[in-house]
């Protein structure tokens, strides 16, 4: 049986402010397909954890990153650009440079089964740069039977408050302009503001 050709993009991201770059991109045919931004918050004054019935915060174990995988992948399924993670892929994204899985948390349901996570990272050699210690949400999702219940909200307000008890002075986050969950709304109820923002450009240069 036949099967349709796979679409193969170049694709590259710039600050907003890079007029220059970005002129460039569009000279050799690239678009502007997406707005991503940055946001941040100090860690002064977080706001208290989130109890959800049924849902408990625990810590990340690594033990369980194959069955947190599964979760980001179903999780990102209706996410612009987003495509299924390999266990090696993954194994590397989690572990490695700057990988805090002290500041991650898995949401576990009645039978412990994982149906949201979040994965921290940490960039000391930034601090001096960004004016202050910052700690990121590097990723984090919610499997879309679950949404609507507070548990991304319950998260992060766990990772808030970890971060201030290992003596960090910022959360930052990015996120999808677009994104179809409502995330940028939610970021912003807990107190993160825009901070920077980034342009994707890409062009189709294959159909094979």
Same mark, same amino acid.
Request: aromatic fraction near 12%.
């Given at each position: 049986?036949?099967?349709?050709?796979?679409?193969? /993009?170049?694709?590259?991201?710039?600050?907003?402010?890079?007029?220059?770059?970005?002129?460039?991109?569009?000279?050799?045919?690239?678009?502007?397909?997406?707005?991503?931004?940055? #946001?941040?918050?100090?860690?002064?004054?977080?706001?208290?954890? #989130?109890?959800?019935?049924?849902?408990?915060?625990?810590?990340?174990?690594?033990?369980?990153?194959?069955?947190?995988?599964?979760?980001?992948? #179903?999780?990102?399924?209706?996410?612009?650009?987003?495509?299924?993670? $390999?266990?090696?892929?993954?194994?590397?994204?989690?572990?490695?440079?700057? $990988?805090?899985?002290?500041?991650? /948390?898995?949401?576990?349901?009645?039978?412990d089964k994982i149906v949201g996570y979040l994965?921290?990272?940490?960039?000391?050699?930034?601090? $001096?740069?960004?004016?202050?210690?910052?700690?990121?949400?590097?990723?984090?999702?919610?499997?879309?039977?679950?949404?609507?219940?507070?548990?991304?909200?319950? #998260?992060?307000?766990?990772?808030?408050?970890?971060?201030?008890?290992?003596?960090?002075?910022?959360?930052?986050?990015?996120?999808?302009?677009?994104?179809?969950?409502?995330?940028?709304?939610?970021?912003?109820?807990?107190?993160?503001?825009?901070?920077?923002?980034?342009?994707?450009?890409?062009?189709?240069?294959?159909?094979?």
């Amino acid at each position: 049986a036949s099967t349709s050709p796979v679409p193969k /993009f170049v694709r590259t991201e710039t600050w907003q402010t890079n007029s220059a770059a970005m002129r460039l991109y569009e000279r050799a045919g690239l678009r502007p397909a997406r707005y991503f931004a940055d #946001l941040r918050r100090n860690l002064v004054d977080v706001p208290k954890p #989130l109890t959800i019935e049924g849902v408990r915060i625990v810590p990340w174990n690594v033990a369980r990153n194959d069955e947190a995988r599964e979760v980001k992948n #179903l999780a990102f399924l209706d996410h612009w650009g987003s495509v299924p993670m $390999s266990h090696e892929w993954w194994k590397s994204h989690t572990t490695g440079i700057g $990988s805090r899985l002290d500041l991650s /948390f898995f949401a576990v349901n009645p039978d412990d089964k994982i149906v949201g996570y979040l994965f921290s990272r940490r960039f000391p050699n930034d601090d $001096s740069l960004l004016g202050g210690k910052y700690a990121w949400v590097d990723n984090i999702g919610t499997l879309a039977q679950w949404r609507g219940r507070g548990i991304a909200t319950q #998260l992060i307000t766990a990772a808030l408050h970890a971060y201030r008890d290992d003596g960090l002075e910022h959360a930052a986050i990015n996120v999808d302009s677009e994104n179809p969950t409502g995330a940028y709304r939610l970021y912003e109820s807990l107190g993160f503001s825009r901070w920077r923002e980034t342009v994707v450009h890409w062009r189709e240069v294959s159909a094979g």
